[in-house]
């Protein structure tokens, strides 16, 4: 019973944040949306407004990810023992991902509310928390360090680590326009020398995930949003634009080379041989 209310509290609050928003996006909330906040303290270091779409792909991989803990559940339906074994690796995922999970449904949905009603500062300790949250995840699954199989690497890693990658960037970008929100501009720098700084940084906590977490994926998710950034400045920053252009590049190609260094345990030979 204890792991259906956990199976059943990842899809409730799933589809609580979910309809949050989409909800905040409507003008719902007073008639205002996360995009027009987002204008009000916008900085360079914000990705082009397609980048965004990628929400769509994270909601729908969450929702892979609560829907293959429903089909472990009814797999084992009737057999109390696989419940009680913690060395199943199918129910021991539930119990791993279950808590932080939540955790991170709930602080992104606090956050639509936080920064829908311009409480940057607070929207930023949020943020951080839905960081801490799938930090926690990450570290609670082992994840990509050590040899799943495919249903494991396509239903549980891969919704992980693409969060996490969005967030990494998202959580920088609500640092810099809380600093706008105070009315600072980066003195003694300019706005452009911290955003090229704030690149640099982020791209070498991608390529650390890349090295110590084999977190090829995180990083492509920081490809993303980079080359959305250097999209977005191009005509406006060149020198941003260009910064972010190289390093989305960098990233590409350590996680092609990573791959290639790894290819014997890559998911799609593990399914051709059917390991699955």
């Given at each position: 019973m204890k792991t259906k209310l956990l199976v059943l509290f990842n899809t409730l609050t799933l589809i609580f944040t979910v309809f949050l928003?989409?909800?905040?996006?409507?003008?719902?909330?007073?008639?205002?949306?996360?995009g027009e906040i987002s204008k009000k303290y916008e900085t360079l270091f914000v990705p082009a407004s397609y980048a965004f779409s990628i929400w769509g792909l994270i909601f729908l991989m969450l929702f892979a990810f609560v829907g293959f803990q429903w089909y472990v559940l009814y797999k084992f339906k009737g057999s109390k023992s696989d419940y009680d074994n913690s060395n199943n690796i199918f129910i021991k995922t539930i119990h791993e991902t279950s808590f932080w999970l939540i955790v991170a449904n709930l602080c992104n949905a606090a956050w639509v509310y936080v920064w829908l009603n311009e409480y940057?500062?607070?929207?930023?300790?949020?943020?951080?928390?839905?960081?801490?949250?799938?930090?926690?995840?990450?570290?609670?699954?082992?994840?990509?360090?050590?040899?799943?199989?495919?249903?494991?690497?396509?239903?549980?890693?891969?919704?992980?680590?693409?969060?996490l990658g969005w967030i990494m960037v998202a959580s920088i970008a609500n640092v810099?326009?809380?600093?706008?929100?105070?009315?600072?501009?980066?003195?003694?720098?300019?706005?452009?020398?911290?955003?090229?700084?704030?690149?640099?940084?982020?791209?070498?906590?991608?390529?650390f995930l890349i090295a110590k977490r084999?977190?090829?994926?995180?990083?492509?998710?920081?490809?993303?949003?980079?080359?959305?950034?250097?999209?977005?400045?191009?005509?406006?920053?060149?020198?941003i634009a260009y910064v972010?252009?190289?390093?989305?590049?960098?990233?590409?190609?350590?996680?092609?080379?990573?791959?290639?260094?790894?290819?014997?345990?890559?998911?799609?030979?593990?399914?051709?041989?059917?390991?699955?």
């Open positions: 928003n989409y909800l905040s996006n409507t003008g719902f909330f007073g008639g205002k949306t996360i940057v500062a607070l929207s930023v300790m949020v943020m951080f928390f839905l960081l801490l949250s799938l930090i926690q995840l990450t570290k609670n699954l082992r994840l990509e360090i050590w040899d799943a199989p495919v249903r494991i690497i396509a239903f549980v890693w891969w919704p992980i680590v693409t969060y810099s326009s809380f600093f706008v929100s105070i009315g600072w501009q980066g003195e003694p720098l300019f706005a452009s020398t911290w955003t090229v700084l704030m690149i640099i940084a982020a791209t070498g906590l991608y390529l084999n977190l090829r994926e995180t990083a492509m998710v920081g490809v993303w949003a980079l080359g959305a950034i250097a999209y977005r400045q191009w005509n406006f920053e060149p020198s972010a252009l190289i390093s989305a590049i960098i990233l590409f190609l350590a996680s092609s080379y990573h791959g290639y260094l790894n290819q014997k345990t890559s998911p799609f030979l593990k399914w051709k041989r059917g390991e699955i």
